[in-house]
């Protein structure tokens, strides 16, 4: 008799069960940060997450007896096939106590579901896509996330690659230090050269027009990013979902338009580090949880910085390294001088040069892995 034995996922109790296992499995981890269950929970909902109009997902238990041991989503996500020009599936949402039965049970379970539906390869995590939390955390195990930011066993990779993933791209996340960018005389230099010769201004989010300027936000990503590995494009029906969930933890100096003749060309988003006060409310909103998230911006240390990007035309003007430097000066009106810029893809160059001239420095990396599970694949490469 099998040890082990999976479960589908295919009613709301198995749901609660798999939305319920990290906070057993991460009791004692003291970095961990339970999600707030009443959000996490719309992340399952395909009348409420937009990913499922253009993707599919079935969710999977292992459990020992009655007791939860793993989990894991196989996912479908055909606008990345469409996007990528590619025949793959990812997985995603996976946990699991150390045990290398449980691993193979999951993966080839996840495996199988992708095969009947044509895929040849397997890639992940992805919870549920690369627009979500993404990768398996490789360095920086003695810190908590920053918000939106995954945090994982330490055994994950070495299951997974005894199963046969290698890894296909790197993540990384910068820390910043604000004073160290706002202090350096030649940066200050530079970004007021750059205003002179492009003609370019910086404005912060107009919060009377919330929705309006999360389009335009989403705009400057969808056109910023649609040549990086892995892009899904934002659809403007998870920009109005966007636009809800963040509008109640936007600081408005945070989030800068640059704009040339009045048009925007580029842009930067950060937020405060809401993960510190979500530690202490355990996952629940009430009763004293919403209490927390008022009072908290003065308590809060770290910012993490999400997005930056400008448009193609307007690259090379140094318009990123301006919106930069005036995110580091606003920061230190409100006494932040810690923050996270993440993620970035290891090999995007650009991106990795302008953090690394800010004195960023690479402190956590996240790893996704893939697996070929057909031949196919490769008489079609």
């Avoid at 007021?192 to 989010?205: A, H, N, Q, T, Y």
């Amino acid at each position: 008799m099998n040890k082990y034995f999976i479960k589908e996922v295919n009613n709301a109790r198995l749901l609660n069960d798999f939305i319920d296992f990290p906070y057993d499995l991460y009791k004692d981890d003291s970095n961990w940060v339970p999600p707030i269950k009443k959000d996490y929970i719309k992340l399952f909902d395909k009348k409420l997450n937009p990913f499922f109009a253009e993707g599919d997902m079935q969710l999977y238990l292992v459990k020992k007896n009655e007791s939860v041991v793993g989990r894991i989503a196989s996912i479908d996500n055909h606008e990345h096939n469409k996007v990528h020009n590619e025949n793959i599936g990812f997985f995603g949402f996976f946990e699991c106590y150390n045990d290398p039965e449980i691993a193979n049970l999951l993966l080839k379970k996840a495996t199988k579901w992708l095969l009947e539906r044509g895929r040849v390869a397997i890639r992940g995590p992805v919870s549920p896509s690369m627009n979500y939390e993404s990768g398996f955390l490789v360095e920086g195990f003695d810190d908590a996330p920053r918000l939106m930011m995954p945090y994982t066993k330490s055994y994950y990779p070495y299951l997974t690659t005894d199963l046969g993933f290698n890894k296909v791209k790197q993540l990384w996340a910068y820390k910043i230090n604000s004073r160290h960018v706002a202090d350096n005389s030649k940066i200050a230099r530079v970004a007021e050269s750059i205003k002179l010769r492009s003609g370019v201004r910086l404005r912060e989010i107009q919060m009377k027009n919330f929705q309006e300027e999360i389009y335009t936000i989403v705009d400057i990503f969808n056109k910023c990013w649609c040549n990086n590995w892995g892009f899904i494009p934002i659809s403007q029906e998870a920009a109005i979902i966007m636009a809800k969930s963040m509008k109640p933890i936007v600081e408005k100096s945070l989030i800068l338009i640059a704009e040339i003749d009045d048009k925007p060309v580029g842009m930067i988003v950060t937020l405060y580090d809401y993960n510190e006060i979500l530690k202490k409310m355990k996952g629940r909103l009430f009763p004293f949880g919403f209490l927390h998230l008022l009072n908290a911006k003065n308590k809060i240390g770290w910012l993490r910085m999400m997005l930056i990007g400008v448009l193609p035309e307007y690259r090379s003007k140094g318009i990123d390294a301006l919106l930069y430097y005036q995110s580091a000066l606003n920061a230190l009106k409100l006494n932040k001088f810690h923050c996270e810029g993440s993620w970035t893809l290891e090999d995007n160059h650009v991106i990795n040069r302008l953090a690394t001239m800010m004195g960023g420095k690479v402190y956590k990396k996240y790893n996704i892995y893939e697996k070929f599970i057909t031949e196919n694949i490769r008489k079609k490469k």
